[in-house]
């Protein structure tokens, strides 16, 4: 039996349920249709300047910046979020940042001229409770579309900075100020290249900001920009 037929026989018996209304999957799907056409896009990808554009540069130097969905807590997202978080699903999370980068990639110029993409590290603590890095593999997703190559060597997280939720914007700063370190390996590796961090959520955009600080510091030849699957507060 090949392993495809196994799949198919799998796939029959235990149908797959999508992970936002609990329909029934088909080959392929990873959500359904319905719920696919109802997710919040952003489109910010065919807009520079965009919103997260505008709040990211104020505040790091940024060339461009892009976010695919609005999060909202009572929003259709957060069953998907929760699943690639909490729930070891994957390759959702792979999934997700395939669909990002084909929207992207068919209708903008967001990819061109990007030399790496750089996933938000966790803290190795983290890393371990939870076996994976949902960052990592949403720049698995987006490199299977653009082929851009993944630079995971590069940046450390020092420190894993516990939920920035209840904190005003100032202790929010002070939470992520210096949690990222580089490895010897950066400086020749970025320098005068154009690299995309990639992650999950962001709201005020303090952690990504405190990312790009230590990676110009280090580097600054290097230019940066930014795609996140999913933007909080911005709607
Ligand atoms: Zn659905």
Same mark, same amino acid.
Request: charged share 20%.
């Given at each position: 039996?090949?392993?495809?037929? %196994?799949?198919?026989? &799998? +796939?029959?018996?235990?149908?797959?349920? =999508?992970?936002?209304?609990?329909?029934?999957?088909? *080959?392929? +799907?990873?959500?359904?249709?319905?719920? !696919?056409?109802?997710?919040?896009?952003?489109?910010?990808?065919?807009?520079?300047? #965009?919103?997260?554009?505008?709040?990211?540069?104020?505040?790091?130097?940024?060339?461009?910046?892009?976010?695919?969905?609005?999060?909202?807590? @009572?929003?259709?997202?957060?069953? !998907? %979020?929760?699943? $690639? *978080?909490?729930?070891?699903?994957?390759?959702?999370?792979?999934?997700?940042?395939? %669909?990002?980068? $084909?929207? &992207?990639?068919?209708?903008?110029?967001?990819?061109?001229?990007?030399?790496?993409?750089?996933?938000?590290? !966790?803290?190795?603590?983290?890393?371990?409770?939870?076996?994976? #890095?949902?960052?990592?593999?949403?720049?698995?997703?987006?490199?299977?579309?653009?082929?851009?190559?993944?630079?995971?060597?590069?940046?450390?997280?020092?420190?894993?900075?516990?939920? @920035?939720?209840?904190?005003? #914007?100032?202790?929010?700063?002070?939470?992520?100020?210096?949690?990222?370190? &580089?490895?010897?390996?950066?400086?020749?590796?970025?320098?005068?290249?154009?690299?995309?961090?990639?992650?999950?959520?962001?709201?005020?955009?303090? $952690?990504?900001?405190?990312? &790009?600080?230590? !990676?110009?510091?280090?580097?600054? $030849? =290097?230019?940066?920009?930014?795609?996140?699957?999913?933007?909080?507060?911005? +709607?």
């Amino acid at each position: 039996m090949t392993s495809t037929f %196994l799949q198919d026989l &799998i +796939e029959f018996i235990f149908p797959r349920k =999508c992970p936002i209304c609990g329909g029934r999957l088909y *080959k392929g +799907e990873w959500i359904c249709t319905t719920c !696919l056409s109802r997710l919040p896009y952003t489109l910010y990808h065919r807009t520079r300047d #965009n919103r997260l554009e505008q709040r990211l540069k104020s505040i790091a130097p940024i060339e461009r910046a892009t976010g695919y969905f609005f999060y909202s807590p @009572q929003g259709e997202l957060r069953p !998907l %979020l929760f699943q $690639t *978080k909490y729930y070891n699903h994957q390759p959702l999370a792979r999934h997700l940042g395939k %669909l990002m980068a $084909t929207h &992207i990639k068919s209708d903008g110029d967001f990819f061109e001229g990007i030399d790496f993409l750089v996933p938000i590290p !966790l803290a190795n603590k983290r890393l371990r409770q939870r076996g994976y #890095n949902q960052s990592q593999l949403l720049a698995e997703g987006i490199h299977e579309v653009t082929q851009i190559p993944i630079s995971s060597d590069t940046l450390l997280r020092t420190v894993d900075n516990p939920s @920035q939720t209840h904190l005003t #914007n100032t202790e929010r700063w002070e939470n992520v100020k210096d949690i990222f370190a &580089i490895t010897p390996s950066t400086h020749e590796r970025f320098e005068g290249k154009h690299i995309v961090l990639v992650d999950d959520v962001t709201t005020t955009g303090a $952690t990504l900001a405190s990312c &790009i600080q230590t !990676l110009k510091k280090a580097v600054p $030849t =290097c230019r940066i920009s930014v795609a996140v699957l999913a933007i909080a507060d911005l +709607e």
